[in-house]
């Protein structure tokens, strides 16, 4: 029965990369204007909401829409301009579309980005917790995007608050300063995060009206001056790429996992400095809710090769110790 139905979602499943999509209708819908189409049959098990979920930066992300009709609309910057991606699964076959200057990069790369090139095969679960939990998401895949600043943007703003701040900050600059996506509406507007150049000169305070600090902000004024340095990063080993983005003031172990577990796909780049994770890790597999990084590398040190999967499969698993304290404050600098 444990397999039998997929467990609710809650917010610890959700940070562990679930998004609810719904099962396609069988049969492929029309999007309207037309866009360069490709198929492609993945082998085994394929979960959309599982492989692309850490991809949406909160359930308002204006770059990421899950569409009723069982399809996930993305919005990118390729290197070869703005694109937008629609992706569903029918019977099997996966069928990608896709629009704008960017539409034959995406397409290009969309069995990368379902996690063609991941091996969940090498993962071998040592708990009862992450064995059942792998159990009951058989469709788990890595993406790699290709893209680091996509993923490095986002990330910085998450650093030192709550995923609400970090959440309204990405949603308000992205609709501000981006561009609408190419391509048909898909159901509501997409939205094209901004380039390099554009990140580079927003003023001052139209950061602190989207909640943003000047800790936060400059990090990514730095980032975004080295912008093409740092995308050379997604041909590097994932231990190799952190190394780079590390160099960039402002971006420690934390970021650089979250970034290249998307743009690298890595399946051992654990998130260390969490303020959460390392809870989580140890009320799951030892009862202690009070461990630490330390602790929490050294439960996760018999998946070696494989963390970043066995944590995000303990996140999936939903156990979380019982809260003890209130939430962290909500803050919002832009009423100052």
Do not use: C
Request: proline fraction near 10%.
């Amino acid at each position: 029965m444990a397999g039998r139905f997929a467990p609710r979602p809650t917010r610890t499943t959700v940070r562990g990369g679930h998004v609810a999509v719904p099962a396609g209708t069988g049969v492929p819908r029309q999007s309207g204007r037309a866009g360069r189409v490709r198929s492609w049959v993945p082998e085994g098990t394929l979960d959309l909401g599982l492989v692309l979920g850490p991809l949406r930066r909160g359930p308002a992300d204006p770059t990421f829409r899950a569409m009723p009709d069982g399809s996930v609309w993305r919005a990118s910057r390729t290197p070869l301009g703005p694109g937008t991606l629609r992706v569903a699964v029918y019977g099997g076959e996966v069928r990608g579309e896709a629009w704008g200057p960017g539409a034959e990069w995406l397409l290009e790369r969309l069995p990368e980005l379902l996690g063609a090139d991941d091996d969940p095969d090498a993962f071998a679960p040592r708990h009862r917790l992450v064995a059942l939990a792998r159990h009951r998401r058989p469709g788990l895949r890595l993406t790699r995007t290709g893209l680091v600043l996509e993923s490095l943007i986002p990330s910085i703003l998450e650093q030192k608050v709550t995923t609400d701040e970090a959440y309204r900050a990405w949603r308000l600059l992205v609709r501000k300063f981006g561009e609408p996506a190419p391509g048909p509406a898909a159901g509501s507007r997409l939205w094209v995060m901004p380039e390099p150049r554009t990140w580079a000169l927003i003023p001052s305070w139209e950061w602190h009206r989207a909640g943003v600090d000047n800790k936060r902000a400059s990090t990514i004024l730095r980032a975004v001056r080295v912008a093409a340095r740092l995308e050379e990063a997604v041909g590097m080993e994932p231990a190799a790429a952190q190394a780079r983005l590390e160099v960039v003031p402002g971006v420690g172990p934390w970021t650089s996992a979250e970034t290249v577990q998307r743009s690298h796909g890595a399946p051992d780049a654990v998130t260390v400095g969490d303020l959460h994770l390392p809870g989580i890790v140890g009320w799951a597999l030892a009862g202690d809710r009070y461990a630490d990084d330390s602790v929490m590398l050294e439960l996760l040190e018999p998946y070696a090769g494989q963390r970043h999967r066995a944590a995000r499969l303990i996140l999936l698993s939903g156990k979380t110790p019982a809260r003890r304290a209130p939430k962290m404050p909500r803050g919002d600098i832009g009423r100052l």
